[in-house]
């Protein structure tokens, strides 16, 4: 059986290809396979012969089956390799078919917002935290304290999913506040992170869209105030939409992971749509302290631990620095809407002077 393995060991490494590989494995498993021709001669032997004959044969099987197998993972291994190498791209030339001076790739307003939310959040020690598209009901609404009667957790405003995941359900989240919880279950405090990503819910219209972008941020830490929250959001809006002096409000409301909880409102003319000017106040983003019951379900003090959190969509303030008037237009996929409103690949680098780190 030594010279059989031997022999099948030559045959697959000489088969540089499945086509090959398979010639190969039909010789030793085949119908008429050599392998194959000694099991079917064990009912010629006497049963005292056949039983350790029989399990000896086994054995050359097993292993036989394992060395074609192995070669087969390789050869697929080696042209996976050999494709990457051969279909390399550069990505700074112009497409297949277009004229070398034809227009150059551009990077979507959305991208180019996150990028700059976390270069302003980043010049002020924030990570950028990440989580997970299909989430369970406990991470999306339960650890953020949003009771089961709850008007967002009904069929009709969220996507639930069959299934689930540690005998949870399943949904498409709708907020980017699970990694807040992800980060406080993972990570030991002092916290500081924005987590920008896609959500989704069941609307659809101009300013709705089934799957948008959010961008939340948590800092947890001792003696935190609601001083530091509204520091902290004032440069950002101001840094944003590069309005030094852009009238910023905190207006009460009510967010069950927060408490107090804040809208946020920036200064803006009605008529004219100018931000920072005017008498009238434009809702862009919400606020608050994290709520005790959430530290709680996160295992933290909340006698020890205080912090603030906030939310914002990555749309809405798109639309508003870059004057976009349809939310819609952002998933067309239209070529010409973005060579209006995209930014260049090789533009400078995001720098934002004067935000406290």
Not at 220 to 229: K, M, P
Not at 239 to 255: D, E, K
Not at 314 to 331: Q, S
Request: hydrophobic content about 40%; some cysteine.
């Amino acid at each position: 059986m030594t010279d059989l393995e031997s022999t099948l060991s030559a045959s697959l490494a000489a088969a540089t290809d499945l086509r090959a590989w398979d010639t190969v494995r039909v010789e030793y498993l085949g119908k008429t396979g050599k392998l194959t021709e000694l099991l079917k001669q064990l009912g010629k032997l006497p049963p005292e012969e056949r039983r350790a004959r029989g399990a000896e044969l086994n054995l050359v099987k097993q292993r036989v089956t394992e060395l074609i197998d192995a070669r087969r993972n390789q050869i697929e291994a080696q042209a996976l390799d050999a494709r990457l190498a051969a279909e390399r791209v550069d990505p700074s030339l112009p497409p297949r078919g277009a004229a070398p001076d034809g227009p150059p790739g551009l990077i979507h307003p959305i991208s180019r917002t996150i990028e700059e939310m976390a270069a302003i959040f980043g010049a002020m020690g924030f990570a950028v935290g990440e989580g997970r598209d299909i989430e369970t009901d406990w991470f999306n609404f339960a650890a953020l304290n949003i009771p089961p009667h709850h008007p967002a957790r009904a069929d009709h405003d969220t996507f639930y999913l069959p299934g689930t995941r540690d005998g949870r359900p399943l949904l498409l989240r709708t907020q980017t506040s699970d990694v807040q919880i992800i980060s406080m279950l993972e990570q030991p405090p002092p916290l500081r992170i924005i987590a920008p990503g896609r959500t989704y819910r069941a609307d659809h219209d101009a300013t709705h869209s089934p799957m948008f972008h959010q961008c939340e941020g948590l800092v947890i830490d001792r003696a935190i105030t609601l001083g530091h929250l509204k520091g902290c959001l004032i440069d950002f809006l101001r840094a944003f939409f590069g309005i030094s002096a852009l009238p910023v409000r905190f207006r009460a409301s009510y967010f069950p992971f927060t408490e107090p909880s804040m809208e946020v409102d920036i200064g803006w003319n009605r008529k004219t749509g100018e931000l920072g000017a005017g008498g009238d106040w434009l809702e862009v983003l919400g606020s608050g302290m994290v709520h005790p019951r959430v530290l709680a379900n996160c295992g933290l003090d909340p006698r020890e631990w205080q912090g603030f959190a906030f939310g914002m969509g990555v749309e809405r303030l798109t639309m508003l620095k870059h004057g976009i008037a349809d939310l819609r237009n952002f998933f067309d996929s239209d070529p010409r809407w973005l060579r209006s409103y995209g930014f260049s690949a090789f533009a400078p680098p995001l720098l934002h002077e004067g935000v406290a780190p």
